[in-house]
Structure formats: structure tokens, C-alpha cells
């Protein structure tokens, strides 16, 4: 009579032996107010900001306002089976999307989950979407140039790798397809190309799909959709986590262009959110510190030295005008 122990009880034995099975703290707080995707949480003392809670429905948001009664949370999923009296729990992490070569290709939502149906992505490994800006130190001087492919741009306003231009103008001037006329351009360049659309029209990024697929190296790319009927969390999250998956490839020496459409809606998802968590209102309503949600996003983009391994991280965000209005509040904001 054989004495091996079968595979499945040793696996069962390890399962065991390796098991948290002694007490385990949770922080658990409460709904005291549901709005259009945001929740105002009371009883969670110990969250930081950012940091992702877990409602007792299933659903995920993320600390966006901190105070000591109530916590302003930003949902990332329908606020539908959301409801005040609900439990809500702390998980003691911030919030992170899957980073590496498996994006590639790929049309997904801002926390990485796939949007084009072919399957689930495996992801290396996951980076918080908030993450600092290179110092000074680690930069280098802009000296390579970035090919657009359109001839007035490239010869009177070259673009230098590592470097952020603005495209700005009123709304069906082109913007959308200047920035990816200049993705499909680098489909014979070693560039990886992010596009990020926040608050689109689904058929609007459709057309941009296409014609990235169509005419550039679409296996070079990646597309994170959050639509204008996604939840503004997804919204707001966006255009960090676009660019944190752009770092990936920054960070280990390759060159990234990353293209932000548009950061005029960006702004208004953001307004929306602080009106609900109760954010004094400034100019245009619009919280005060809307300038630096966007210059600490764009301060991402830099050239890298080469002791950093001398990657790159060209942006190129979209700002909407009105009537040709270039003195508004959030255009001018991010021009300076």
C-alpha cells in the first residue's frame, strides 16, 4: 500500500499552515447620504485620502475629501444599490491599475478592467494612479523631437520629447483628430500611445478608435475609455491612471505620448464632485484647488536623465474653448 500523500492534501496542508486565521481589525463606517455617485460616509477615522472603500453591496469608491464627521467618497461603480444606513469598509489600500506590456493593444476603463472583449488582462503588476513627479534632478533637457505628421506643427512649433503642448480650441474644430493624427504618426516609432478620453460621446471615441486601429500601429497603443455615462469617479480617475501606465514604459527607459481628451470636461467632473462633498465653491463654482489637480497630473510628463534611464513622457491634453474664448478660467489655467 503506498504511503505518498496525495497532492491535494499536501496543497491542503500549505493552504492551512499558511492560513490569517487569528483575529483581524476592520474599519467599518456608515452611509449617511447618497448623491449622484458620490456618498457622504460617517465612522471611518483612519482613512487617507484616496484610499479605496468597499460598501457591503459590493460596490468600490475612494476617499476624495476628508473630514472628521463625514468622508466625501467617489464611487467607481452605479450608485444604484447604494443606499444611507449601508455598511462601509475601509481596505487599507489607495487606488492602483494594472501596468505592463499585457495593455498593449487594448481598450480598457480607467481601473484597467477590458472594454473590447478579449478577455481579461494580466496584469504585472499595479502602480498607484497618484504618483509624484519627477524632481529636477532626475529630468533632463528636451533635445529629441516628436514627429506629428503635420507639417506646420513639426517645423514651427516642433514638440520635443518629454514635453506637454496644449491643444486647445472651441468645440468640432479638430483637437480629437490633430492628437491622433499625431498617434498614428508614430506607428513606425518606438513610442508607446496612450489615449485617454474622459466625458466623450461613445461615438466620438468610437471614430478615434478606428482610425487608430485603421491607420496606426494600434498593437503600440492603448485606450482607456471613461464616456460620459460613466460614473464621474471613473471620470475623475481617468486621466492619472492613463498616465501612470504611460510611466510604465517612461520609467524603464522607453518613450510615451500620452493624449488627455479632454481635461475641460476633466474640470467640470471635478466640479460636480466637490459640489456634492460640500467643497466651497470659487470662481465659476469650480473648487480651489482645480489648478492643481491638473498642474500635478501635467508635471508628470518629463524627459528622464539618463542615470533615470533617459525614458520619456510626452502629453499632449485637450482643453475645450468657448466662442473662441481663450481667457476662461480653465483654458488659461492650463496654458501657464
Known amino acids: ?33 447618497i448623491g449622484d455617485g458620490v456618498a457622504l460616509v460617517s465612522g471611518l477615522r483612519n482613512v487617507r485620502l484616496d484610499e479605496v472603500l468597499r460598501f457591503e453591496g459590493g460596490q468600490f469608491g475612494f476617499a476624495r475629501v476628508l473630514d472628521p464627521d463625514l468622508i466625501g467618497c467617489v464611487l467607481l461603480d452605479a450608485a444604484t444599490q447604494v443606499e444611507a444606513g449601508n ?38 503588476e499595479r502602480w498607484p494612479i497618484e504618483r509624484p513627479a519627477p524632481s529636477i534632478i532626475e529630468r533632463d533637457l528636451v533635445t529629441q523631437p516628436v514627429q506629428t505628421g503635420i507639417l506646420v506643427m513639426d517645423t514651427l512649433f516642433a514638440l520635443g520629447r518629454g514635453q506637454r503642448e496644449l491643444i486647445v480650441g472651441d468645440h468640432s474644430t479638430g483637437k480629437t483628430s490633430l492628437a491622433t493624427d499625431a498617434i498614428i504618426a508614430q506607428r513606425d516609432s518606438d513610442m508607446v500611445c496612450v489615449y485617454i478620453a474622459v466625458g466623450q460621446k461613445t461615438s466620438s471615441v468610437r471614430r478615434a478608435i478606428d482610425a487608430l486601429q485603421a491607420h496606426g500601429n494600434f498593437a503600440r497603443c492603448i485606450v482607456m475609455v471613461a464616456g460620459s455615462a460613466s460614473a464621474p469617479g471613473l471620470q475623475w480617475i481617468a486621466p492619472y491612471a492613463g498616465v501612470t501606465m504611460a510611466e510604465y514604459f517612461r520609467d524603464r527607459g522607453e518613450h510615451a505620448l500620452v493624449v488627455i481628451d479632454d481635461l475641460s470636461k476633466h474640470a467640470a467632473t471635478h466640479r460636480e ?33 539618463e542615470a533615470r534611464g533617459g525614458g520619456s513622457l510626452t502629453a499632449l491634453p485637450i482643453a475645450q474653448t468657448d466662442a473662441g474664448n481663450l481667457s476662461a478660467y480653465i483654458p488659461t489655467n492650463l496654458i501657464s
Open 87 to 124: 455598511a462601509v469598509f475601509g481596505t487599507g489600500e489607495v487606488v492602483s491599475v494594472p501596468v505592463g506590456d499585457a495593455l498593449l493593444g487594448r481598450i480598457v476603463d480607467p481601473l484597467g478592467r477590458p472594454l473590447d472583449g478579449k478577455g481579461a488582462i494580466d496584469g504585472e
Open 1 to 33: 500500500m503506498s504511503t505518498d500523500t496525495p497532492d491535494w492534501v499536501a496543497s491542503m496542508h500549505g493552504a492551512v499552515r499558511h492560513a490569517r486565521l487569528g483575529p483581524r481589525a476592520e474599519h467599518k463606517g456608515r452611509v449617511e447620504e
Open 273 to 305: 464632485i466637490a459640489l456634492l462633498t460640500r467643497q466651497s465653491p470659487g470662481r465659476e463654482a469650480f473648487p480651489g484647488d482645480v489648478f492643481y489637480i491638473h498642474a500635478r497630473l501635467l508635471e508628470r510628463a518629463a524627459k528622464l536623465s
